[in-house]
C-alpha cells in the first residue's frame, strides 16, 4: 500500500498539486533552455543567462564591431595609398622626362626649330600633370588635402591655381595612428601660393570700439583688467574696478564716472571740456592747468597690473603730458581704415600686374568704398580671383598671397595716385625692398674680387657689372658690391653714385658729348615697378649691357626693361614679383623658355624640374611610410579580431557533453517528477494515517 513521504505533512490536495506543477515547470524550463543551448550552440542567449559573462560578451561584440570598422577604413586607405604611390611615381617619370628634355636643349645639338617642337611636348606635359594633379579615387580627389571632395586645381589667368585646403583626410584607425589618406598641394606640386610680407608695421590707432584682447598694453603683455587706483593733486586715494571691460570705451566709460565721483566727493575739478578721450595708440586725458600744474596720478590695487598694463601708472598726467604709453594696438579685420596713421583716406586705387615672359595682365582695384580691414580684404579677392589677403601672424600688416601657378604678381602704384599702395605696405617693389626677395629668392649676382692676373691686384674694369649708354650715345659703368645688395635704396644710390664719379673721370664713348650732371638719375617711379633711368639728354632710348659676364642687369630687371620715350625713362622689369614656385610653374618656364629659345630660361627652368624631382621623390616615400603604417595596423586589428573572438567565443560557446548530459538528467528529472506527481494524487487520508 502506498504511503505518503516523510518529508511532507498532511496538507490540501491543491496545495500539493501546485507543488508539484511548480516542481515540473522548473523542470521544463531548464530543458527548454538546454535544448535553446544545443541548438544554437551559445550558453548565453540572454543577461538572465550569465549577467557577468553576458556583460564581457557585449563589450568584446562592441570592440569587435569597430574593429570590423577600422579594417574596412584600413583597406580603403591601402587602396588610397597605392593609387596615390601610382599617381606620385606617374609624376615623377612626367618631370623626368621634362627635365631630361630641358638638359638635351642646353647643348649645341639643340636649335631652334627642335625647341619648338619640344615646347609642344611639354605643353602636352602640362595638361597630363594637371589631369594627375586631379585624380580621384572613391570620390575623393588624392591631391585635394582636406577638402578632398572637388577638383583641386582650376586654371585660372593662364596658370594653375591649386584650390584644395588641409593637409589631408585621416582614416580612422586606433586613437594615436590616424594616416591621411589624401595629402595636400604642397606635398604633390610644390608650394601652392606664394606671400609678399609686408614690411610696414601700419600701427592702428585707438578708438572706442577697440577691443582690450587687441591691445599689446603699457608692458607688451596684453590687457588684464582688474581694480586701480587713483588720486589728484596729493588728495586721498580712489579706486575703480574695471573687471570685464571689454572695448577701450568701456575703460573711458568707467574711469570718467569714478573721476566725477571724485570730484563731487572733494570739490575739486580734475578734467577739463576734453574729458578722457584718445591719442593716436593711448588714452589721454584733458587735465585740468594750474600752478603748480596738479597732477592725475594712477596705480595698481595690490599686486594687479591693469594700470599698467593700460599705459596709466608709467607718468602722472598734467596738462603738459595728456597722453599715456602707446597700447599697440594689433590690427584685425574690424580695424578701420581711418585709424591708419598716414593712409589717404579714402584709400585710392591700387594696381596687380601679372607678368609671364613679356606679357602682362593688369588689374586695378578701386578701394575707395573699403572702411575697413575687412573690406578692403573682400574687395581684393573678389576683384581678382587667386589673390588672398591676409593680416600677418604678428599682427603688424598685410600679407598678399599669389595662388596661380606661372604668372607673377606685382602689385604697383595707379600713375598719378597718392600711394596707397605703399600706404598699405604692399607694394610689392619699394625702396625698402629687400634685394635678397628679388628672382624668387635667388637674389641679384654680381662679379666681386676680380684680380688683374698681371698686377695681382683687384681690377675695377674686370668688376664692372653693367654700362649704361644714354641717348647722346656717352656712356658709364656700374661696379655694385655686395654691401649695395641690400635694399632697392641702396642699388639706386650705388648706381647714382657710379653715374657722379664717371662726372669727373674721360668719357668712355670720345666721340659723345661728355657726361654732365642731371644727365641721368636713378629711381622708382610712381606706377610700375621696377628701377628706373631716366635721361635728360635727347637721343636714342637708354640701353643696359652687361659686362663681364656679370648677371647683375639681368637679375635687376634692366636687360628686359621698357622704355617711355615720353618721360625718357627705362623702367626694369619688376624681379621682386610674387611668383609661386611649383611643378606647373616649372613646366609653363620651360615651354615658354623654348618658344623664346632661351637657353638661360631653358637652364632654370631645369633647376626647378630637379627640385620638384626631388620633392616627389620624397613625398613617395612619406606615401610609403604610411602605406606600412597602415599595413602594420591592419595586423594588428587582425591579431585584436581573432583575439577578441577566441575569448568571446569562450564566454558564449557551449559545452555540448555537460549541456547534454545535464539534458539527460533534467529529462530523468521530469520522467521521475510527473511519475512520483500521479502516485502522490491517488494518496487519501487512509493513507496518511497509514
Given amino acids: 500500500m502506498s504511503a505518503i513521504p516523510a518529508n511532507l505533512t498532511r496538507v490540501p490536495n491543491l496545495l500539493s498539486?501546485?507543488?508539484?506543477?511548480?516542481?515540473?515547470?522548473?523542470?521544463?524550463?531548464?530543458?527548454?533552455?538546454?535544448?535553446?543551448?544545443?541548438?544554437?550552440?551559445?550558453?548565453?542567449?540572454?543577461?538572465s543567462d550569465n549577467a557577468i559573462s553576458a556583460s564581457a560578451i557585449s563589450a568584446l561584440q562592441d570592440r569587435l564591431e569597430r574593429t570590423s570598422r577600422r579594417l574596412d577604413n584600413l583597406k580603403?586607405?591601402?587602396?588610397?595609398?597605392?593609387?596615390?604611390?601610382?599617381?606620385?611615381?606617374?609624376?615623377?617619370?612626367?618631370?623626368?622626362?621634362?627635365?631630361?628634355?630641358?638638359?638635351?636643349q642646353i647643348g649645341v645639338t639643340s636649335d631652334t626649330a627642335t625647341r619648338q617642337t619640344q615646347a609642344v611636348v611639354v605643353d602636352g606635359m602640362i595638361r597630363s600633370l594637371l589631369t594627375l594633379a586631379n585624380r580621384e579615387t572613391n570620390g575623393l580627389y588624392i591631391f585635394g588635402g582636406s577638402t578632398a571632395t572637388r577638383a583641386p586645381v582650376d586654371e585660372i589667368r593662364g596658370g594653375f591655381r591649386y584650390v584644395g585646403r588641409?593637409?589631408?583626410?585621416?582614416?580612422?584607425?586606433?586613437?594615436?595612428?590616424?594616416?591621411?589618406?589624401?595629402?595636400?598641394?604642397?606635398?604633390?606640386?610644390?608650394?601652392?601660393?606664394?606671400?609678399?610680407?609686408?614690411?610696414v608695421d601700419l600701427n592702428p590707432w585707438i578708438n572706442g570700439e577697440t577691443l582690450l584682447a587687441d591691445l599689446r598694453g603699457?608692458?607688451?603683455?596684453?590687457?588684464?583688467?582688474?581694480?586701480?587706483?587713483?588720486?589728484?593733486?596729493?588728495?586721498?586715494a580712489s579706486s575703480v574696478?574695471?573687471?570685464?571691460?571689454?572695448?577701450?570705451?568701456?575703460?573711458?566709460?568707467?574711469?570718467?564716472?569714478?573721476?566725477?565721483?571724485?570730484?563731487?566727493d572733494n570739490g575739486v575739478t580734475i578734467l577739463g571740456a576734453g574729458g578722457i578721450g584718445y591719442s593716436v595708440g593711448a588714452l589721454s586725458f584733458d587735465v585740468v592747468g594750474g600752478s603748480p600744474a596738479p597732477q592725475l596720478v594712477f596705480s595698481d590695487a595690490g599686486n594687479g597690473t591693469t594700470a599698467a598694463d593700460l599705459g596709466l601708472s608709467q607718468q602722472a598726467f598734467e596738462t603738459a603730458t595728456p597722453q599715456g604709453t602707446n597700447l599697440d594696438p594689433e590690427l584685425t579685420l574690424l580695424t578701420p581704415l581711418s585709424s591708419i596713421p598716414g593712409l589717404t583716406i579714402p584709400p585710392e586705387s591700387i594696381r596687380f600686374r601679372f607678368t609671364r615672359n613679356d606679357q602682362s595682365q593688369i588689374v586695378d582695384v578701386d578701394l575707395s568704398n573699403a572702411t575697413t580691414i575687412d573690406d578692403l580684404r573682400s574687395i581684393i579677392q573678389t576683384a581678382v580671383p587667386g589673390v588672398r589677403v591676409e593680416i600677418n601672424q604678428d599682427g603688424r600688416g598685410l600679407n598678399i598671397f599669389n595662388e596661380v601657378s606661372g604668372p607673377a604678381m606685382s602689385i604697383e602704384e595707379v600713375p598719378g595716385g597718392v600711394g596707397t599702395a605703399t600706404q598699405l605696405g604692399i607694394r610689392s617693389m619699394s625702396a625698402d625692398t629687400v634685394v635678397s626677395d628679388f628672382n624668387?629668392?635667388?637674389?641679384?649676382?654680381?662679379?666681386?674680387?676680380?684680380?688683374?692676373?698681371?698686377?695681382?691686384?683687384?681690377?675695377?674694369?674686370?668688376?664692372?657689372?653693367?654700362?649704361?649708354?644714354?641717348?647722346?650715345?656717352?656712356?658709364?659703368?656700374?661696379?655694385?658690391?655686395?654691401?649695395?645688395?641690400?635694399?632697392?635704396?641702396?642699388?639706386?644710390?650705388?648706381?647714382?653714385?657710379?653715374?657722379?664719379?664717371?662726372?669727373?673721370?674721360?668719357?668712355?664713348?670720345?666721340?659723345?658729348?661728355?657726361?654732365?650732371?642731371?644727365?641721368?638719375?636713378?629711381?622708382?617711379?610712381?606706377?610700375?615697378?621696377?628701377?628706373?633711368?631716366?635721361?635728360?639728354?635727347?637721343?636714342?632710348?637708354?640701353?643696359v649691357e652687361k659686362q663681364n659676364n656679370s648677371a647683375a642687369a639681368q637679375d635687376l630687371g634692366l636687360a628686359n626693361g621698357t622704355y617711355d620715350a615720353g618721360s625718357a625713362t627705362l623702367i626694369a622689369q619688376d624681379r621682386a614679383a610674387v611668383r609661386?614656385?611649383?611643378?606647373?610653374?616649372?613646366?609653363?618656364?620651360?615651354?615658354?623658355?623654348?618658344?623664346?629659345?632661351?637657353?638661360?630660361?631653358?637652364?632654370?627652368?631645369?633647376?626647378?624640374?630637379?627640385?620638384?624631382?626631388?620633392?616627389?621623390?620624397?613625398?613617395?616615400?612619406?606615401?610609403?611610410?604610411?602605406?606600412?603604417?597602415?599595413?602594420?595596423?591592419?595586423?594588428?586589428?587582425?591579431?585584436?579580431?581573432?583575439?577578441?573572438?577566441?575569448?568571446?567565443?569562450?564566454?558564449?560557446?557551449?559545452?555540448?557533453?555537460?549541456?547534454?548530459?545535464?539534458?539527460?538528467?533534467?529529462?530523468?528529472?521530469?520522467?521521475?517528477?510527473?511519475?512520483?506527481?500521479?502516485?502522490?494524487?491517488?494518496?487519501?487520508?487512509?493513507?496518511?494515517?497509514?
Avoid at 167 to 194: H, K, M, Q, R, V
Fill in 440 to 543: 624668387s629668392g635667388r637674389g641679384v649676382r654680381i662679379v666681386n674680387g676680380q684680380v688683374d692676373p698681371t698686377s695681382g691686384l683687384v681690377s675695377p674694369e674686370l668688376n664692372t657689372d653693367f654700362r649704361v649708354t644714354l641717348g647722346n650715345g656717352q656712356q658709364f659703368d656700374v661696379d655694385l658690391r655686395p654691401e649695395d645688395l641690400s635694399t632697392v635704396q641702396t642699388v639706386i644710390d650705388r648706381i647714382n653714385q657710379q653715374f657722379t664719379d664717371a662726372l669727373g673721370q674721360p668719357p668712355l664713348n670720345s666721340s659723345a658729348p661728355a657726361l654732365t650732371a642731371g644727365d641721368f638719375s636713378a629711381g622708382l617711379t610712381d606706377g610700375q615697378n621696377g628701377i628706373a633711368f631716366t635721361q635728360t639728354v635727347a637721343g636714342s632710348p637708354i640701353s
Fill in 580 to 690: 609661386v614656385e611649383n611643378l606647373f610653374t616649372a613646366l609653363l618656364d620651360l615651354r615658354d623658355a623654348l618658344r623664346n629659345d632661351d637657353s638661360t630660361g631653358i637652364t632654370l627652368a631645369g633647376e626647378q624640374l630637379t627640385k620638384g624631382v626631388d620633392r616627389l621623390a620624397a613625398t613617395r616615400a612619406l606615401v610609403g611610410v604610411y602605406a606600412n603604417r597602415v599595413e602594420r595596423s591592419e595586423e594588428r586589428q587582425t591579431d585584436r579580431q581573432v583575439f577578441d573572438q577566441s575569448v568571446r567565443l569562450g564566454l558564449e560557446g557551449l559545452d555540448y557533453s555537460e549541456a547534454s548530459i545535464r539534458f539527460t538528467l533534467l529529462r530523468t528529472q521530469l520522467q521521475a517528477a510527473m511519475t512520483s506527481g500521479v502516485q502522490s494524487q491517488n494518496l487519501s487520508l487512509l493513507d496518511f494515517l497509514g
Fill in 166 to 199: 588641409g593637409s589631408g583626410l585621416l582614416a580612422d584607425l586606433d586613437a594615436a595612428d590616424d594616416i591621411p589618406i589624401t595629402i595636400g598641394g604642397d606635398n604633390a606640386i610644390g608650394t601652392t601660393s606664394a606671400r609678399l610680407r609686408s614690411p
Fill in 76 to 104: 580603403n586607405a591601402q587602396g588610397s595609398l597605392n593609387y596615390l604611390d601610382s599617381s606620385l611615381g606617374d609624376a615623377s617619370s612626367l618631370i623626368l622626362e621634362a627635365k631630361n628634355i630641358a638638359s638635351d
Fill in 17 to 47: 498539486s501546485q507543488l508539484l506543477l511548480s516542481n515540473i515547470n522548473r523542470t521544463n524550463v531548464g530543458l527548454v533552455g538546454v535544448q535553446n543551448q544545443l541548438a544554437t550552440g551559445l550558453s548565453v542567449s540572454r543577461f
Fill in 241 to 264: 574696478d574695471l573687471s570685464g571691460a571689454y572695448t577701450a570705451q568701456d575703460v573711458v566709460d568707467r574711469l570718467t564716472a569714478a573721476i566725477q565721483e571724485y570730484e563731487a
Fill in 218 to 236: 603699457g608692458r607688451g603683455l596684453g590687457i588684464s583688467p582688474g581694480e586701480i587706483q587713483f588720486s589728484f593733486d596729493g588728495g586721498p
